[in-house]
């Protein structure tokens, strides 16, 4: 009766609204470095089989088509597109973009999972002691931990990743450390922790540090911030689409309601 | 009793059945690889056809060739290829023409055109909800950490080398499919009924859902009005047989 379809359709309000969500987000963090755009995927929701195809009718032939009435839509994920983001020149020497795949590894509150988190936002300082720290958030450290003397010139990292420096007084360039990435062989599944900070999960699998460059890892890029990867465009497009999909649905819960109605008005004295 | 209401009355439950794989398909417009369905009404035969007696001893002869009203007879997918859409991930596979993709759920084999693929921790091709994908051979797609090229014919390829080839099948029968929720749909017999297929295949794209708002608005509007008129009938049956029982032996 008119119930499931008030139902159905309601399922799709709720979905498409929840689409409108992670658009808005997206939207928001247009200009965010490093930020990766979410997808959201839908799936249909299960069916109600009146009869299944291929039963037999009263001739004893087995009916060609089956009788199924879809419940409506569910959310089956929102996905990370990883796709590349453009590269931004900033001159100033602590900036590290990662050309390719791989994030930083840094340490972030024990709290979360085993404190560590993995960022693509090479946005690096030094604090106090000359550590190599995140610029965002609560300056989390760079794992594994490179120190740069607070009085050191010239700071240099090359595509490999490898930090030197000129310290006063010295012609020689001194090694400070070399930058890592990790790679995971499901990106996709990392939770998303806000400030830029993925964490590991059972989903992602395991991660794998390399040197940038090695085993499909990307290389990094020395004054350079990796931008946002959200085409404004492509979102819109798809805010308008699933504007217009929401109000095709709230017609489904007019036309439901107005069944209920006419039908609960048959019976009149 | 009137035979009339209970016609008016089928006439009012096929449509609003029919309103509810309406309601379905629209709150599916953004499902990837959905295919809509349609609600197929059929004449009902009357009770003594159904039985195949004769209609002349236990029924009414006059009313024998009204028949039994109408019937929601079952529901049929329309499998007509729906839009393309670019995306700019290289495990979105689309498929251009008649044919599904096999994946593994559980014990079962079972068949989607969602081709939004992801690799899951063991490296294995699936689709976003964990399902394994297949290839030609009904086998599991391993792949190494890194880029992924999917060609036209399912061939990937992971640095120029040749890893696996996506499977992509074909059914005889197509009316037999039957959706399970999840974008994924079940066939009978499975292992025995698939044929390859030679439908291409365009990665960085995905296939929207085919319903198309304009008609499925309109045949909305269509049940609707089709169901207030019963409901009408309904109501002017009911106000003859209140005229009959009430007016007609009045006296004074």
Redesign the interface.
Known sequence: ??I???N??A??LR??ST?IDVIANNLANAETTAFKRS?M???????V?L????SNN?ANEP????????????I??T?L?L?QGPLENTNRPLDVAIQG?GFFRVKIMDSVGDGTGYTRNGNFFQNRDGDVVLGMGDGYRLLPKINIPTDAREVGINQEGVIDYIRPGQNTRTIAGQLKLT?F??P??LKLLGGSIYVQT?????P?DNKPGE??AGTVLQSFLEGSNVDPVKELVTLI??Q??FE??S??IQ??D??LQ??G????F | MNYGLYLSAMG??A???R??????????????G?KK?LA?FQEQ?TEAQ?RGRSPSRDSNPLLEPLGGGLI?????LDLSQGPIET???PLDVAIMGEGYFAVRNGQNLMLTR?G?F??????VLAT??GHPVLNEKMATIAL????VNIGKDGIITQEGKTVGRLGVFSVPNS?????????LMSY?DIERSLKPSDAQLRSEALEQANCE?TS??AA??D??RQ??AN?NM??YQ?QMLSRLVNDVAKIG
């Open positions: 009766m008119a499931t379809a008030l159905s359709a399922t799709g979905a498409l689409r997808r995927n839908f799936e249909d929701l299960m069916y089989t009869k299944e195809p291929g009263n009916s060609p088509a089956g009788t199924f009435v879809g419940l409506g839509v569910k089956s994920n996905q597109d796709e795949n790679n062989i499901n996709q599944g059972e989903a992602s699998g395991p794998v085993n499909g689409k699933t217009r999909s095709l649905n017609q489904s036309t439901a107005q069944a006419t039908i008005n048959l019976r009149r | 009012v439950l449509n609003s059945q309103q509810d794989v309406i309601a379905n398909n629209l709150a599916n417009a953004e499902t990837v959905f369905d197929l035969r159904l929601a007879s079952g529901t049929t995306t700019s991930n969602a939004r992801q690799v899951d921790r063991n490296g976003d909800s190494a950490p890194g880029a009316r037999l499919l039957a959706k399970r929720g999840a974008n009978p708002p499925e608005l909305l509007m049940s609707q169901l207030e409901a309904i109501r009911d």
